[in-house]
């Protein structure tokens, strides 16, 4: 078998996944040259020391060494420190071998090739790929300010508390908006967490901020219209995304590719009252990012199947007039990001795929 189908295939049996076509070949041989394919297909998503990947490659540790730095270097592989002595391991698609080499930005050759690329496969086959089966990887969590406070009861909903019960932030740039560039949405307002934010840091991909700081950029993505998305766990937020309709994967998987399944809504849904809206349509043209409001008679009316209960109308609106309220079913979120990549896994058919790799 050809090495890079050898390794769209390790990928594909990442939770994200990496489904077959001609633009995913491309990429990899865009990113990869040869010699790092060769070494990629040996590795696993857990990382291992180099001495182990040069031998399963049977190359010496000093030439694997140097593979695997150029690699980094591109932000296709990660690396962590452990009791002295680094490790390196596989990412899958998303997040990871898309976001990470335009985190630094664009605008070099090969990110041109590598945008048009994406955004083919985006269409091909990855953006109904990535979705949810019916359990997607990513939620969206409804802007702080538009919650009532009788309705703060699931901490892991308000999206300040995510920063606040984290021990380490990095702020980078929107993968997405600067591959797609379909807007001029804020770029830089991307948060990871831990230890994939402590990588990219090091390796030059971000950078630290504080919580105070973290608190700021989610206050400058409401205000530019940006919704929030983290990982669909109730536990401890890996990353925090501010997300636009019309570049980010994780939306355009509802507003282009229509998947039931893209992500998971907020436990919110927005109702006008209709006495106090004066009808200027600024919810209905500037801050709903599904298009589920439309102006009627004067008056705002949400399409309640369409609201993702991101609360951006709220917060938008100068009437005051819009609210979030609790839905009626409340799906339940997985506990942890473990139950959920476990059930993810499960629900596309790759988990025992998925474990050979990481048993590697």
Not at 100 to 118: A, C, D, E, I
Not at 138 to 154: G, L, N, Y
Not at 178 to 204: I, Q, T, Y
Not at 297 to 310: F, H, L, S, T
């Amino acid at each position: 078998m050809d090495t890079y189908e050898q390794l769209r295939e390790i990928l594909d049996s990442h939770p994200a996944t990496a489904p077959k076509s001609k633009s995913i070949d491309e990429i990899l041989r865009t990113l990869f040259t040869p010699e790092e394919a060769e070494i990629a297909v040996t590795m696993s998503f857990k990382p291992k020391k180099a001495a182990s990947i040069a031998k399963a490659t049977a190359i010496s540790e000093d030439e694997a060494k140097k593979r695997l730095e150029s690699m980094i270097g591109k932000g296709i592989i990660f690396s962590k420190a452990k009791e002295g002595e680094q490790l390196y391991g596989l990412v899958g698609l998303i997040p990871g071998v898309f976001e990470y080499p335009f985190m630094k930005g664009g605008g070099t050759s090969m990110h041109k090739r590598l945008s048009r690329l994406w955004e083919e496969y985006h269409h091909e086959a990855l953006g109904a790929s990535f979705a949810g089966n019916p359990t997607p990887l990513m939620r969206v969590v409804a802007v702080e300010k538009s919650i009532m406070p009788q309705d703060r009861v699931h901490p892991y909903e308000e999206v300040k508390h995510l920063i606040n019960n984290s021990n380490y932030i990095a702020l980078t740039q929107c993968a997405c908006r600067v591959s797609v560039a379909k807007c001029d949405k804020p770029k830089e307002v991307c948060l990871a967490f831990e230890g994939v934010g402590e990588f990219l840091v090091e390796r030059g991909f971000a950078r630290r901020i504080s919580k105070e700081e973290g608190v700021k950029v989610l206050d400058q993505a409401e205000a530019a219209g940006l919704v929030h998305t983290s990982n669909n766990s109730a536990d401890q937020a890996h990353v925090i995304c501010n997300c636009c309709p019309c570049c980010c994967t994780i939306l355009r998987g509802k507003t282009q590719l229509h998947h039931p399944h893209a992500f998971e809504p907020s436990r919110f849904v927005s109702r006008v009252n209709s006495d106090e809206c004066t009808g200027c349509g600024i919810c209905a043209d500037e801050r709903c990012p599904m298009k589920a409001i439309e102006i009627v008679d004067d008056a705002a009316i949400v399409d309640a199947a369409n609201c993702i209960g991101c609360g951006l109308c709220v917060t938008g609106c100068p009437a005051e007039a819009v609210e979030l309220l609790q839905k009626d079913q409340i799906p339940p979120i997985p506990a942890t990001a473990q139950e959920m990549i476990v059930k993810v896994l499960q629900e596309k058919g790759r988990f025992e795929k998925f474990m050979e790799i990481m048993q590697r």
